[in-house]
């Protein structure tokens, strides 16, 4: 097991001997994160690290349980001295705080209205040599089990002519994930596997090529769950359990349903906003004058 040191955070050499130009800002958010991860005391299992390549281009695809499974992927590749650049919702990027390191460490925003644009911007990244992470679940899987993947990676992959790493995390939704608050106890485990990468065969369909994926993400899935080396502190602590391991989380097919009903909350909640603004607006363009406004 594998816990940040104050050291870490200050080696000269922790992203090699010649560090890209222009990715100074990472650099430091990586830093910055090895912090946080020193003061949580999280304790880390990463292994297969050795199957990000140490040049060129790779699609690196994930489970997705947690908030900070990106940062934790990132760990993963950090002893071959590589950053990736993930493909994340083109909301973030508009966040006042979050947005302009986003662009400052050249992930790629994803707009799912006008997908074509992210696509294209991750198949010229992974052509320029670089490492691309994706969670082709879309969202986070409640069921804590690998859920439908979306075939964008395969076709990436495809696309550029580059490896596909697949990937599980686990551990990291006990600290943030959906539904449940925010856990800061330190001293929480994370297992973070990276499987031997998956070239393209000659003629292979995205179809094919993405069920290849899922096969590994779901064996890599279940090594990581069977050897996570802490258990549920007593009957109310099984909800970050999967059913078929004795936990109480949703079933696929309930997460399923939980994942629609949020996306037709979130379309009810703009409806309303835009209804708001209207309402807002039109109370300012037409009250009256006051005193204060001929001043």
């Not at 997705?64 to 990736?84: E, I, K, M, N």
Request: glycine letters at 8%; one cysteine or more; hydrophobic letters at 40%.
């Amino acid at each position: 097991m594998y816990t940040a040191t104050w050291r870490d955070v200050v080696r000269r050499d922790l992203f090699g001997p010649r560090p890209g130009r222009g990715d100074g800002p990472y650099r430091l958010v990586i830093r910055v994160t090895l912090v946080v991860f020193r003061l949580l005391r999280l304790r880390f299992d990463v292994r297969g690290s050795e199957h990000v390549p140490a040049s060129g281009g790779a699609v690196v695809c994930s489970n997705h349980v947690s908030y900070l499974d990106f940062t934790f992927l990132g760990l993963g590749a950090l002893p071959q001295h590589r950053l990736v650049r993930f493909m994340a919702k083109a909301s973030v990027f508009g966040h006042w705080f979050a947005g302009p390191f986003m662009r400052a460490m050249k992930h790629i925003p994803v707009d799912r209205k006008a997908g074509a644009a992210a696509f294209d911007a991750a198949v010229r990244a992974l052509k320029d040599g670089e490492v691309v992470g994706v969670f082709p679940e879309a969202t986070i899987s409640q069921s804590f089990t690998v859920k439908d993947l979306k075939a964008g990676a395969a076709r990436m992959a495809l696309d550029a002519g580059v490896p596909i790493v697949p990937a599980a995390v686990w551990g990291g939704h006990r600290v943030a994930t959906k539904k449940h608050p925010v856990d800061l106890t330190r001293g929480r485990a994370v297992t973070v596997l990276l499987g031997e990468p998956i070239t393209p065969a000659p003629g292979e369909t995205p179809a094919q090529l993405l069920e290849r994926t899922r096969e590994a993400m779901v064996a890599l899935l279940d090594e990581a769950q069977r050897t996570y080396p802490q258990q549920p502190e007593g009957p109310d602590d099984l909800w970050w359990l999967p059913r078929h391991l004795g936990g109480t989380a949703p079933t696929l097919e309930e997460a399923a349903q939980r994942d629609r009903d949020d996306a037709a909350g979130t379309r009810v909640r703009a409806r309303t906003s835009r209804r708001t603004r209207l309402r807002r607006l039109t109370r300012r363009l037409t009250r009256r004058p006051t005193r204060r406004d001929a001043a």
